[in-house]
Nanobody, 123 residues
Framework: QVELVESGGGLVRAGGSLTLSCEAS????????MGWYRQAPGKQRELVAR???????DYEDSVKGRFTISRDRGWNTVYLQMSSLKPEDTAVYYC?????????????????WGQGSQVTVSS
């Protein structure tokens, strides 16, 4: 009932920049938080950055100062601006959105994931 569409992944040289975007659509009553996770080969999925409805942000230590998470005014699109990229940033990046669905007497919670975007940083 909630669809997330990601875009912006690709191949970039070390030191370069990329911006990921994720647009949410569907029966959304409210969004509590939007975030980006990543999973490198052979590793567990980890939180990269998250932004709450109040505007608070959290970043994984290795990306602080290099990545910036933001959202649009309509609160249905989240962006991840990545700069000074390193080979160790290579991973599949997933958008995650949590909130509540509309349409029911009592809103139901949802936790949705995007399809994943490959980011490859060459040395």
């Amino acid at each position: 009932q909630v669809e997330l569409v990601e875009s912006g992944g690709g191949l970039v040289r070390a030191g370069g920049s990329l911006t990921l975007s994720c647009e949410a659509s569907g029966n959304i009553y409210t969004i509590n938080a939007m975030g980006w996770y990543r999973q490198a080969p052979g590793k567990q999925r980890e939180l990269v950055a998250r932004i709450t409805s109040g505007g608070s942000t959290d970043y994984e230590d290795s990306v602080k100062g290099r990545f910036t998470i933001s959202r649009d005014r309509g609160w249905n699109t989240v962006y991840l601006q990545m700069s000074s990229l390193k080979p160790e940033d290579t991973a599949v990046y997933y958008c995650n959105v949590v909130g509540y669905l509309s349409g029911d007497l009592v809103p139901r919670a949802f936790d949705s994931w995007g399809q994943g975007s490959q980011v490859t940083v060459s040395s």
